[in-house]
C-alpha cells in the first residue's frame, strides 16, 4: 500500500449556495466548529488505524467554505493532522477562502497553524454579477481579503474566476482578468460556466429563463485569458490553473500526475494508486458514521486497465507536461498540430495548446481510443 503524501479534507459549510453550485455542501448560519473538527479527528483515527507516521507534502482544505470555520476551527483542524502525520519542512497547506472570511485575525490564525497558501473565491469584480451569482460578498471585500492576507503573511494567494457567464449580464470578462492581474496574486484559477440541472441556474435555464453564451464566446473568453495571462509571466500549466514559476498548487498537480492522495471528510474522494473510494456526501449521515465508529465509505471502484489509459491520457493532456507519443502517433496527431489544438515537444511529447485544452475532452478521448488498439 503507498502511504499517501497529499491530504484533502472537505469542509461542506456555506452561508449559502451560489446560484450555479452542485457541490456537496451544507448549509448553516452558524458552523458547527466543535462538532465537525472533533468529527474530522475521529475519522482520521479510523482510517489512518495503526499505519503509524508518515510525512506529507500538501493539505487542502477544500469545500463548501473551509475559511467559514475561522481562526480557532482551521488550527484545530491542523493539529488533528499533525497528532496523526508529519509535515514536510516546505508542506503546502492551502485554504480555500470567501473574501469575508479572510480578516486580519483570522489570517494569522491560519498562519500560525501552518496555513500558507489561501485560494480565495473572487469570481468575478463586478457587484452586479457576484449579486447575480448569489455570492456572499462585493468586489470591495476581495480587495480587502488580498490586502488582509499579504499583510497577515499569506502571500501565496490564488483568486478563483469565472468566466463564459449569460449574455444579458453586464460583464467585461476583459476587465475582470484585468483587475485580478492588477492584484498580482501568485496564481489563478479560471473556470467556465456550466450549467448543472439540480441548481438554482438549471431551473432557470428549464425555465427558459437563461439567456445562454454562444460557444464562440466561451472560447473567446478563454484565449483572451490565455493570452493576457501568459503574456503577464504566469504559466498555462494546466487547462485551467495559471501560476508564477514556482507558485504552481503542488496539491492539484499531485492529483493530475496520479499521486496518491487521502481524502477525509463528507464526499471526500481518495485514491491509493489503483482504487478510488469516496465519502458519503450527506453531512449528517457522515458525522453519524464518524461518531459511531464506522468508515464512512459511499462507494469504491478498482481502476480497469480501460479506466486507467482513459485516465492516463485525459490527465497528461490537460497540463503544459503533455503526454509521451507512442508508436505512431506522432504522425496521426499531425492534424492536431494543422489545426492550432497540440504541438510536439521535442523530446516527443504530446501537448495541447489552448485552443486544445477547449476541445479536451474530444481530444481525450480520440487518443485512448487508439491507443486501446495497441
Ligand atoms: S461558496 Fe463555493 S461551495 Fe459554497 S455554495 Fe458558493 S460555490 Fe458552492
Not at 187 to 201: A, I, N
Not at 279 to 304: C, F, H, I, K, M
Amino acid at each position: 500500500m503507498v502511504l499517501p503524501r497529499h491530504v484533502y479534507i472537505h469542509v461542506p459549510f456555506c452561508a449559502r449556495r451560489c446560484t450555479y453550485c452542485d457541490f456537496s455542501i451544507a448549509v448553516r448560519r452558524v458552523v458547527p466548529v466543535d462538532e465537525y473538527t472533533t468529527a474530522l479527528g475521529r475519522e482520521l483515527d479510523l482510517r489512518v488505524g495503526d499505519q503509524g507516521r508518515w510525512s506529507i507534502d500538501t493539505l487542502y482544505f477544500g469545500g463548501g467554505t473551509p475559511s467559514r470555520l475561522g481562526g480557532d476551527g482551521v488550527r484545530r483542524l491542523v493539529d488533528a493532522v499533525r497528532r496523526r502525520l508529519d509535515f514536510a519542512a516546505d508542506a503546502e497547506v492551502t485554504l480555500e477562502a470567501n473574501p469575508e472570511d479572510v480578516t486580519s485575525e483570522a489570517v494569522r490564525a491560519w498562519r500560525d497553524a501552518g496555513v500558507n497558501r489561501l485560494s480565495i473565491g473572487a469570481q468575478s469584480f463586478h457587484d452586479e454579477v457576484l449579486a447575480w451569482m448569489h455570492r456572499s460578498h462585493d468586489s470591495a471585500a476581495i480587495l480587502r481579503a488580498v490586502e488582509n492576507a499579504r499583510a497577515g503573511g499569506i502571500d501565496n494567494l490564488s483568486l478563483d474566476l469565472i468566466f463564459a457567464l449569460p449574455g444579458d449580464l453586464t460583464r467585461s470578462w476583459e476587465r475582470d482578468v484585468e483587475r485580478a492581474l492588477a492584484l498580482d496574486p501568485s496564481h489563478l484559477s479560471l473556470y467556465g460556466l456550466t450549467v448543472e440541472p439540480r441548481t438554482p441556474l438549471g431551473r432557470s435555464q428549464s425555465r427558459g429563463d437563461l439567456v445562454e453564451l454562444p460557444d464562440e464566446r466561451y472560447e473567446a473568453e478563454f484565449v483572451h485569458a490565455h493570452a493576457a495571462l501568459t503574456s503577464a509571466g504566469y504559466d498555462h500549466y494546466e487547462v485551467s490553473n495559471f501560476g508564477k514559476p514556482g507558485r504552481h498548487s503542488r496539491h492539484n498537480s499531485a492529483y493530475w500526475t496520479g499521486a496518491a492522495y487521502l481524502g477525509l471528510g463528507p464526499s471526500a474522494h481518495e485514491f491509493d494508486g489503483a482504487n478510488r473510494r469516496w465519502n458519503v456526501a450527506a453531512y449528517t449521515e457522515w458525522l453519524r458514521r464518524v461518531n459511531s465508529g464506522q468508515d464512512p465509505l459511499d462507494e469504491s471502484e478498482q481502476l480497469t486497465p480501460d479506466n486507467r489509459l482513459a485516465e492516463q491520457v485525459y490527465l497528461g493532456l490537460r497540463t503544459e507536461q503533455g503526454l509521451a507519443a507512442m508508436g505512431s502517433e506522432a504522425s496521426r496527431i499531425g492534424a492536431w498540430i494543422d489545426a492550432g489544438w497540440a504541438t510536439l515537444s521535442p523530446d516527443n511529447r504530446i501537448v495541447l495548446t489552448a485552443l486544445g485544452w477547449l476541445r479536451l475532452d474530444a481530444l481525450a478521448a480520440d487518443l485512448t481510443l487508439v491507443r486501446s488498439c495497441y
